[in-house]
């Protein structure tokens, strides 16, 4: 294609997908994305649903694995227009994570099994990783899974499960070996989160957001045949995944909808006699956080460029998150300052949609998204862990 025939097609693939939002995404689902009020599971697989039956809730996979088979610059335009349509973030651990682990490490039946459910959004994944002693210094998980028979018991907890409480399924790392390294000790078990012995406490988010849980596993039994991978190659499956979570682009197109919603804040807010946006010291700072989101965005892109499902980012994927974080905290608090006191007030029973929301309502978004943001430092990995990554892998330190 030339350059003005791939632009032509970028404009047309544009319509399309704003149209298929304007047409698809219910009212109830846009409006409270828009006011940054949580949604139900109920809403998360009804959202997923749609998407998936128009083929799109994969948008990372090629056309081979069941995915739209879109450019980098396709899958740009449709997150952009995503987001700028109020549409909410899926729950991406299936597509994002999970999946690209199936396709790269499962056995045939396991692709069979978990593969088509995972695209047509029937089964939701979490992600069992952390644990109250293991974070940072994931090999150290105690969590252990004793060969039984045809089973495995497992017995443990783990922290911080995002979805946990309506998820399917969770990616779960285990230990099946305290023997030699603690890295050669982990195995993978993809666990039914409908077995008997899982109990799951709610953690709520300073937000006011119910993200997380805490998941008990008391003598839970997991076929041997849900372990994904040979026995101690969890190191390996879990750093897989990791890249992906890492290297995810879409944060990058939704800091272009916060900038969208920042100029309307910053239009109809006052600062003394005029409006935030004629304030110099909004418009300074404005600028640099959009020159260097640019940046940012521009270097990203040209990592991820050969990114899709079955490829993943590597080692450069620290530089993709450390980039997205610094953007999304930086765009989170100017929309913070720009919606001033009345952006202060925030309630939880209101972003968990059960009481009205606050006025002015379109500012009721900024506390909780601002208090959102800072979780991205920790979130897959601490900004200091990927510092020392860098550090060691790519500056060979
Ligand atoms: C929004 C969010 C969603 C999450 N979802 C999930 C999920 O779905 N599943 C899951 O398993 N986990 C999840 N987590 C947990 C996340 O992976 C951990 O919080 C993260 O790995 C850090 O571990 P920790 O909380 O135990 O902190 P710690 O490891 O205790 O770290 C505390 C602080 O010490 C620093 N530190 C630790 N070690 C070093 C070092 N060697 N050098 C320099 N500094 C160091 C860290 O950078 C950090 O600032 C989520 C976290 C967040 C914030």
Redesign the pocket.
């Given at each position: 294609m030339t350059t003005q025939s791939s632009a032509l097609h970028l404009e047309q693939f544009r319509a399309s997908v704003r149209a298929f939002f304007k047409t698809n995404l219910p009212d109830q689902i846009r409006d409270k994305t828009a006011a940054g009020v949580e949604l139900t599971g109920a809403e998360y697989r009804e959202w997923m649903g749609i998407l998936s039956r128009q083929g799109w809730v994969a948008v990372n996979w090629t056309s081979q694995h069941g995915g739209p088979g879109w450019s980098l610059w396709e899958r740009a335009v449709y997150e952009e227009e995503y987001f700028r349509a109020k549409a909410p973030r899926i729950v991406e651990v299936g597509v994002k994570m999970v999946g690209p682990v199936i396709l790269a490490y499962g056995s045939d039946a396991q692709r069979e099994r978990f593969v088509p459910k995972i695209l047509d959004s029937s089964e939701l994944w979490?992600?069992?990783?952390?644990e109250p002693d293991a974070?940072?210094?994931l090999a150290s998980l105690k969590t252990t899974a004793v060969a039984d028979g045809d089973v495995y018991r497992v017995q443990g907890s783990?922290i911080?499960?995002?979805y946990a409480h309506f998820s399917d399924r969770m990616f779960t790392l285990v230990r099946t070996s305290d023997k030699g390294k603690k890295r050669e000790g982990i195995s993978v078990l993809l666990i039914d989160m409908k077995s008997p012995g899982i109990r799951i406490r709610p953690i709520l988010r300073m937000d006011g957001r119910h993200?997380?849980n805490e998941v008990f596993l008391d003598d839970v039994e997991v076929p041997i045949t849900d372990r994904i991978g040979k026995e101690g190659e969890g190191w390996t499956l879990a750093n897989h995944l990791l890249g992906h979570e890492r290297g995810n682009m879409s944060h990058f197109m939704m800091i272009e909808e916060m900038f969208d919603t920042l100029t309307k804040i910053s239009t109809s807010e006052s600062a003394g006699a005029t409006t935030v946006a004629e304030s110099l010291d909004f418009r300074r700072s404005l600028a640099k956080i959009k020159i260097e989101h640019m940046a940012l965005r521009v270097t990203a892109e040209k990592i991820m460029q050969e990114v899709t499902a079955d490829r993943t980012v590597g080692k450069l994927a620290s530089v993709v998150k450390l980039g997205r974080n610094r953007s999304t905290q930086d765009v989170a608090r100017l929309m913070f300052e720009a919606g001033g006191y009345s952006a202060m007030p925030y309630d939880p029973l209101a972003i968990r949609g059960e009481g009205p929301l606050p006025e002015p309502k379109y500012l009721f978004r900024m506390a909780p998204e601002y208090f959102d943001s800072r979780?991205s430092s920790?979130?897959?990995?601490?900004?200091?862990?990927q510092k020392?990554l860098i550090a060691r892998r790519i500056l060979g330190l």
């Open positions: 979490c992600q069992g990783y952390s974070g940072s210094d783990k911080w499960t995002s993200e997380f979780k920790i979130a897959g990995g601490s900004e200091e862990i020392d």
